[in-house]
T-cell receptor
Framework: GAVVSQHPSWVICKSGTSVKIECRSL??????MFWYRQFPKQSLMLMAT?????????EQGVEKDKFLINHASLTLSTLTVTSAHPEDSSFYIC?????????????FGPGTRLTVL | GQNIDQPTEMTATEGAIVQINCTYQ??????LFWYQQHAGEAPTFLSY??LDGLEEKGRFSSFLSRSKGYSYLLLKELQMKDSASYLC??????????WGAGTKLIIKP
């Protein structure tokens, strides 16, 4: 498997500020990482697919200028929530994709709980 | 289109058996995953099926029928710690996961 960490595990910020969330693959070089958002009592919503060395692919309805993703290395992807607002408060989870054909499994980070005041 | 359906909530008794069903419609199907998610935590992998049949792993088993677009997760000898949400997800041709809304499983003593 793959061990994935996220930092910070929780953050509280004021409306209008920007927040950066890091996702690290500790024991695996991840070409592909995914960023999810999960609101209370709802399932995971894929926000974007992050590919190392190229631009992220955003899902429909996700503003790429608001949720900046940088996947500069095979072990680190960052999600920056710019000009955060209370409606951005959510549980943000990253995952790394292990395998590219046949059996493919996503390993999840522990998540980052963002609260925007 | 892409669609995953699973029950919203189920209740079972400690020590009993429960089956959580999932139906899916996915383009370029590449397998069916089950994840467990406790409140406030990230999902953890339980099982993966890509061929028809039953995969058994301890107290948990998962079944897949590709022709019917159907899977189930079977939990035996239920323990209180099994109270969680169980997420069904299908993998599409781009290896992205299409997620169900999750089934909240409540275990009663």
């Amino acid at each position: 498997g793959a061990v994935v960490s996220q930092h910070p595990s929780w953050v509280i910020c004021k409306s209008g500020t920007s927040v950066k969330i890091e996702c690290r693959s500790l024991d695996f070089q991840a070409t592909t990482m995914f960023w999810y958002r999960q609101f209370p009592k709802q399932s995971l919503m894929l926000m974007a697919t992050s590919n190392e060395g190229s631009k992220a692919t955003y899902e429909q309805g996700v503003e790429k200028d608001k949720f900046l993703i940088n996947h500069a290395s095979l072990t680190l992807s960052t999600l920056t929530v710019t000009s955060a607002h209370p409606e951005d408060s959510s549980f943000y989870i990253c995952s790394v994709l292990l395998g590219t054909s046949g059996y493919n499994e996503q390993f999840f980070g522990p998540g980052t709980r963002l609260t925007v005041l | 289109g892409q669609n995953i359906d699973q029950p919203t909530e189920m209740t079972a008794t400690e020590g009993a058996i429960v089956q959580i069903n999932c139906t899916y419609q996915t383009s370029g199907f590449n397998g069916l995953f089950w994840y467990q998610q406790h409140a406030g935590e990230a999902p953890t992998f339980l099982s993966y099926n890509v061929l028809d049949g039953l995969e058994e792993k301890g107290r948990f088993s998962s079944f897949l029928s590709r022709s019917k677009g159907y899977s189930y997760l079977l939990l035996k000898e239920l323990q209180m710690k099994d109270s969680a949400s169980y997420l069904c997800a299908s993998s599409d041709s781009n290896y992205q996961l299409i997620w169900g809304a999750g089934t909240k499983l409540i275990i009663k003593p």
